[in-house]
């Protein structure tokens, strides 16, 4: 089952959704959207230990991880 993880502060927070169903599958568009508006990374592994950063939803992707926004000092 297709899985969002948004990683942020205090861990992580796992969402997976059935892919098959539309309402679900609007969900997950509308946070992937949210999160990247709100300046998250999305990315998707490609291989065993690879990961690629993408910009549009991805419906087929098995996991897409969201990294915040790192800011220095």
Do not use: C, W
Request: proline fraction near 5%.
């Amino acid at each position: 089952m297709p899985t969002q993880i948004v990683l942020n502060h205090s861990g992580d927070t796992r969402h997976e959704f059935d892919a098959a169903d539309l309402e679900a599958l609007a969900e997950a568009e509308q946070r992937f959207k949210k999160l990247t508006g709100k300046g998250f990374t999305a990315a998707t592994r490609t291989r065993p230990g690879e990961v690629a950063v993408v910009r549009a939803f991805d419906p087929t992707a098995q996991e897409t991880l969201f990294y915040p926004r790192l800011v220095g000092s």
